[in-house]
């Protein structure tokens, strides 16, 4: 035999090759029938194919025909679920990116738009909720997208603490499983502990920010300890809607308070000597010079510190309600949490009343 008159070809690569010779084909008829190339939907490139082999296969008309008879009476429908897989995978994928791009375009007009209202309550000289203007206070006139999202953020904070106070109160004056309420205590502390990151996240951005309190109300900010509440006078305030409390819950209060107050003035005295120390920076060298770079870059570095003061406040505020949980039954609980959210109403109230008295003209 004349090894150059034909090449054999095993059946293996007909079962390879089978549909891409189908393709091909049907495109040749097309190109001959309307004179122009026509490009299908799904085109199945084997990973291990070779054109010049395929070339080769393809040029004898027996092997070929072969190949699609042999292929196509063993697998009759196995390309076509393939294909179909194929265009199914690329449908969702197409759908999936759409949604996404959808959402990021979404979050973006949001920040466009609350950025522009920012704006203009900062020309108005003042803050929604009743805030101060910040420019009077140091603050940069164009505050960073950062800082924006945390405003926002918050915003739906409150919103979202409201109605769980709301449910709370519904709960305890009517008739609950405990394993109901258990689930909102759970749903109540998660949310608290969600505003302990969003600070910290913020913080990172503006320290300053944070520890002024400028994204609370006026009442909140007149009893704020570093960028929250203190947990020793807050435990004083929720003591009375414990009741009744056993003897030893009694004792494990007490004594929890006594360490929360240990703990607040060692943060507060640690605040206190990077006051002291900062203070000594900006002021080193001697002042009316003009120059004050070394100073200033001094102090930069150890403004750093103050990130981790709110942080470590942020996380004795987190210990204490996680420690207080743990003192009290699930109903008892759940009557501390519904007293701390509508405290923190009630200063939101004072703060708006005070912000729309009646003012005796001057």
Known sequence: MNTTSTHFVPPR??????TTLNQVSMWEETFKNNGDIYTPNSIIIP????????????????????DQEASTSRHPDKTQRRLAQNREAARKSRLRKKAYVQQLETSRLKLIHLEQELDRARQQGFYEGNRVDTTALGFSDKMSSGIVAFEMEYGHWVEEQNRQINELRTVLHGQVSDVELRLLVDNAMKHYFQLFRMKSAAAKIDVFYIMSGMWKTSAERFFLWIGGFRPSELLKVLLPHFDPLMDQQVLDVCNLRQSCQQAEDAVSQGMEKLQH????????????????????????ERLEALVSFVNQADHLRHETLQQMHRILTTRQAARGLLALGEYFQRLRALSSSWATRQREPT
């Open 47 to 66: 990973t291990n194919a070779k054109p010049d082999s395929l070339s080769e296969d393809t040029s004898h008309g027996t092997p070929h025909k072969f």
């Open 13 to 18: 690569r007909f079962e390879i090759y089978e």
């Open 277 to 300: 120390t900062l203070a000594d920076s900006v002021a080193a060298g001697n002042l009316g010079e003009g120059s004050y770079i070394p100073q200033i870059t001094c102090a930069m």
